[in-house]
């Protein structure tokens, strides 16, 4: 029995072992380059009216951002004068889009009656016959009702003092990031970093961002700007770790997998084995 045990206990290992590595992860490490700083767990970049954070930790890099107002007065945040830049291309928050909301909702109905009576005569071998004659009549309604809302989209985002919004609308990257120094497929052994200055650094991104204090307020203009200082592939396997939750001290009976080294400054790609490339 106890052979058994550790053929099935091999057997299981191997398993996991060839699953492992079925997707592989490109992970960038981003670097600001002014005015940014990393606390609480997210890029803050603060002055005198607002705090605005970042967490760009997704699948392609999120570039939204949470600005928070510290003013006693509205900040009006002006997202047609306010830009994503990557590698030198603008791209607009505002987009002059129509948003529509709809709801609906249908009921039906239906009812019948029916009315039957005997018949007697002469059939077709001149017997008499008596037979059951019914009729039905039914009657369906169908009733919906609904109604949709169009709303522009926003020039113009208010935030009152004290509070915070989220604009969101950009990732940073969808493509994968090649070069001999980096294996494409690695193994746990064949993991290295690829690193890189702002002037060779293959993506510079950044947001420019224009708001008032108040509606009759100066613009305030400033740019958050960020270039991809290291870049490193990893299998599937050196991504993750498990653990057992608890609640209320209460363990869970199943294995969680959380990422590992997990960063506001850091995102992901991850992808698959499709080709014979090594690099």
């Not at 900040?75 to 129509?98: D, H, P, Q, T």
């Not at 009921?107 to 077709?124: D, E, L």
Request: glycine residues 6%; hydrophobic residues 30%; aromatic residues 16%.
């Amino acid at each position: 029995m106890k052979t058994k045990n550790l053929i099935f206990l091999a057997f299981i290992t191997t398993m996991l072992s060839s699953c492992v590595s079925t997707y592989f992860f490109q992970v960038y490490k981003a670097t600001p380059t002014d005015k940014i700083t990393l606390k609480e767990n997210l890029l803050i970049y603060e002055d005198d009216n607002c705090k605005v954070s970042y967490n760009l930790w997704d699948e392609g890099g999120n570039i939204g951002f949470s600005f928070f107002n510290k003013t006693d007065e509205n900040i009006y945040l002006n997202l047609e004068e306010s830009f994503f830049i990557l590698n030198g291309a603008s791209y607009n928050y505002y987009k002059n889009r129509i948003y529509t909301y709809t709801k609906g909702a249908g009921i039906s109905t239906s009812g019948g009656a029916t009315a039957s009576k005997s018949v007697t005569g002469i059939n077709y071998l001149n017997l008499f016959q008596t037979n059951s004659v019914s009729a039905t009549n039914s009657v369906g309604v169908m009733a919906s009702s609904g109604y949709s809302v169009s709303f522009n989209e926003e020039k113009i985002v208010c935030i009152p003092s004290m509070t915070s919004k989220v604009i969101a609308e950009y990732s940073i990257n969808q493509s994968l990031y090649r070069d001999c120094d980096l294996f494409k497929y690695p193994a746990k052994k064949q993991i290295s970093t690829k690193s890189f200055t702002i002037s060779d650094s293959p993506l510079v991104f950044s947001n420019r961002v224009v708001y008032t204090v108040g509606q009759s307020g100066n613009p305030v203009r400033f740019e958050n700007e960020y270039y991809i200082s290291e870049i490193t592939n990893y299998p599937q396997s050196e991504m993750f770790e498990s653990a057992y939750d608890v609640y209320c001290g209460e363990k869970n009976s199943v294995l969680t997998y959380y990422f590992k080294n997990v960063s506001p400054d850091k995102f992901y790609l991850k992808y698959t084995k499709s080709d014979t490339w090594k690099h």
